[in-house]
Nanobody, 120 residues
Framework: QLQAYGGGLVQPGGSLTLTCKAS????????LAWFRQVPGKEREFVAH???????LYADSVKGRFTISRTDAANMVVLQMNALKDEDTAVYYC????????????????WGQGTQITVSS
């Protein structure tokens, strides 16, 4: 199970941190990811981090978002800086035993979404 938290309302240019805690999986071996979704659109890849700690980012967030993992705490964090209006979405954490992946269909476990609204 995955539990995500940390969403909220933030002004453009601001920062937010999302945290996802996992239970019931061999966390240290899993690829952990964040996706986001807006109404009427497919779930969009944001970032993932594989078991070695190597990250991958969507072009739209590269240089602004940072994904990290703390295996001892079964936790993955998405630090979001320089937020833009277009970052507004429901954000989901995901996990899968396979290495890598940037499609929602490639992830077997999902947390509940947390809303992020970027607005002045």
């Amino acid at each position: 199970q995955l539990q995500a938290y940390g969403g909220g309302l933030v002004q453009p240019g601001g920062s937010l941190t999302l945290t996802c805690k996992a239970s019931g999986i061999r966390f240290s071996k899993y690829t952990l990811a964040w996706f986001r979704q807006v109404p009427g659109k497919e779930r969009e890849f944001v970032a993932h981090i594989i078991y070695t700690g190597h990250p991958l980012y969507a072009d739209s967030v590269k240089g602004r978002f940072t994904i990290s993992r703390t295996d001892a705490a079964n936790m993955v964090v998405l630090q979001m800086n320089a937020l833009k209006d277009e970052d507004t979405a429901v954000y989901y954490c995901a996990a899968d035993a396979r290495i890598g992946g940037n499609l929602a269909s490639q992830f077997e476990s999902w947390g509940q979404g947390t809303q992020i609204t970027v607005s002045s």
